[in-house]
C-alpha cells in the first residue's frame, strides 16, 4: 500500500504560479513511476504530468507544456508540480498518482495508476 498526500494547493489571480507536493509513505518510492492528474467540477479527470521511477523522463499534456514542471526527489519520497503562468481554465482538484513499475508505462491512462492522493484544491481567478 502506498499514500500520498497532496499539499501546495490555494487560490491564485491568472499569471501567478503554484508549487504542488506529493509525499509518499509505505513502499518503496523508487517502484512507482509518478503523476499528476486534475479534475475540473463536471469534467473528467484528466493527466497533466508524469515522471518515471529514476526522473530522467518526463512527459507532459499539451496545455501544461512550457508552463508546468514535475520533479521527484527520491531521497525524500516526493513529487512536485511546479505551475507557472497559471490560468482560470488550471482551476481543478489536483490528484498525486503512483504506478508499479512495469514494463511499459502507458503515462496518460487514469488505468495505469495504482494509488491516488486525496487532492489538492487550485483556484485561478481572472
Known amino acids: 500500500q502506498v499514500q500520498l498526500v497532496e499539499s501546495g494547493g490555494g487560490l491564485v489571480q491568472a499569471g501567478d504560479s503554484l508549487r504542488l507536493s506529493c509525499a509518499a509513505s509505505?513502499?518503496?518510492?523508487?517502484?512507482?513511476?509518478m503523476g499528476w492528474f486534475r479534475q475540473a467540477p463536471g469534467k473528467e479527470r484528466e493527466f497533466v504530468a508524469a515522471?518515471?521511477?529514476?526522473?530522467?523522463?518526463?512527459y507532459y499534456a499539451n496545455s501544461a507544456k512550457g508552463r508546468f514542471t514535475i520533479s521527484r526527489d527520491n531521497a525524500k519520497n516526493t513529487v512536485s508540480l511546479q505551475m507557472n503562468s497559471l490560468k482560470p481554465e488550471d482551476t481543478a482538484v489536483y490528484y498525486c498518482?503512483?504506478?508499479?513499475?512495469?514494463?511499459?508505462?502507458?503515462?496518460?491512462?487514469?488505468?495505469?495508476?495504482?494509488?491516488w492522493g486525496q487532492g489538492t484544491q487550485v483556484t485561478v481567478s481572472s
Open positions: 515522471i518515471t521511477w529514476s526522473g530522467i523522463s518526463t
Open positions: 498518482a503512483a504506478a508499479r513499475l512495469a514494463t511499459s508505462f502507458h503515462w496518460q491512462g487514469l488505468n495505469e495508476y495504482d494509488y
Open positions: 509505505g513502499r518503496t518510492f523508487t517502484n512507482y513511476n
